[in-house]
T-cell receptor
Framework: DAGITQSPRYKITETGRQVTLMCHQTWSHSYMFWYRQDLGHGLRLIYYSAAADITDKGEVPDGYVVSRSKTENFPLTLESATRSQTSVYFC??????????FGPGTRLTVT | AQSVTQPDIHITVSEGASLELRCNYSYGATPYLFWYVQSPGQGLQLLLKYFSGDTLVQGIKGFEAEFKRSQSSFNLRKPSVHWSDAAEYFCAVGGGRALNFGKGTSLLVTP
């Protein structure tokens, strides 16, 4: 399907476990982003990538790892999940202008 | 540093009434400005954007916004609200690729 997809849409995991959230876009956009959305905080940037193999930290990167070996994929890994990482995670991509296109989100619960 | 302030956390309007959502930003140069809407359980959808030129921009779903450099504002307006407009609205500012989002305004529409 064309567009930007995220998987899984819902995930429950335990404290200390590693979990990876997937993001895939079909537009060949060079830029991709990961945000987390929490009540009272709006959206906060975790990491972003300008191209394959180029990533940079955002506002709240601690506890997260990203990679981008292919232009279309931008996985986000929580190496050892904590309860404070319970959130809704949004992936976005951006092409030649600054408009960002958002995926449907992944709701992650860490117990 | 970039920042975005949406002073109103919640706004309630009657169906058919006019709407104005406020957004103030702090940015060192001429920013790129965006308004996004998020329906419950959904991702973010772009309503409109301002890059340069005419300071009154038209968007989808009958929304418009006016860029006022002297007031560092980019307020969103709609002349007549429909029940389907009930959602969360986010203002965002950027100068390159990463966007800085406000904390959002939740719109409730009453009959």
């Amino acid at each position: 399907d064309a567009g930007i997809t995220q998987s899984p849409r819902y995930k429950i995991t335990e404290t200390g476990r590693q979990v990876t959230l997937m993001c895939h876009q079909t537009w060949s956009h060079s830029y991709m982003f990961w945000y987390r959305q929490d009540l009272g905080h709006g959206l906060r940037l975790i990491y972003y990538s300008a191209a394959a193999d180029i990533t940079d930290k955002g506002e709240v990167p601690d506890g997260y790892v990203v990679s981008r070996s292919k232009t279309e994929n931008f996985p986000l890994t929580l190496e050892s999940a904590t309860r404070s990482q319970t959130s809704v995670y949004f992936c976005a991509s951006s092409g030649t202008d600054s408009e960002q296109y958002f995926g449907p989100g992944t709701r992650l619960t860490v117990t | 540093a970039q920042s975005v302030t949406q002073p109103d956390i919640h706004i309630t309007v009657s169906e058919g009434a006019s709407l104005e959502l406020r957004c103030n930003y702090s940015y060192g140069a001429t920013p790129y400005l965006f308004w996004y809407v998020q329906s419950p359980g959904q991702g973010l959808q772009l309503l409109l954007k301002y890059f340069s030129g005419d300071t009154l921009v038209q968007g989808i779903k009958g929304f418009e916004a006016e860029f006022k450099r002297s007031q560092s504002s980019f307020n969103l307006r709609k002349p007549s609200v429909h029940w389907s407009d009930a959602a969360e609205y986010f203002c965002a500012v950027g100068g390159g690729r990463a966007l800085n989002f406000g904390k959002g305004t939740s719109l409730l529409v009453t009959p």
